[in-house]
């Protein structure tokens, strides 16, 4: 049963920093493109970031604007976002997925952190 963890979200002011992560179970992690992805209230789910097998090719969202750093260490099968200089729209659920290479989902989803940003 392939499983998603996210955790590390929670409640910070505008500039904070938050770091998330995602651990992966019954899944070939270290052989697997994954992304992050969030989704505001009343908006459609994004794609933040995915990142390739060995974290040698990353892309990130335009909204992003070097201000995020996803990352991943196979070898406890978890990947991470590091969320610096946070804005109140950056308010959202935060959820991390399996993708194929063009950051599109393949279905395996976590339940989602959520991630609230005040001014």
């Known amino acids: 049963q392939v499983q998603l963890v996210e955790n590390g979200g929670g409640l910070v002011q505008a500039g904070d920093s938050l770091r998330l992560s995602c651990t992966v179970s019954g899944y070939d992690f270290s052989n697997s493109v994954m992304g992050w992805f969030r989704q505001a209230p009343g908006k459609e789910r994004v794609l933040v970031a995915f990142?390739?097998?060995?974290?040698?090719?990353?892309l990130y969202g335009d909204f992003v604007k070097g201000r995020f750093d996803i990352s991943r260490d196979n070898a406890k099968n978890t990947m991470y976002l590091q969320m610096n200089t946070l804005k109140p729209e950056d308010t959202a659920v935060y959820y991390c997925?399996?993708?194929?290479?063009?950051?599109?989902?393949?279905?395996?989803w976590g339940r989602g952190t959520q991630v609230t940003v005040s001014s």
């Open positions: 990142i390739n097998y060995n974290g040698g090719i990353t």
């Open positions: 997925a399996t993708t194929d290479i063009l950051g599109r989902p393949t279905g395996n």
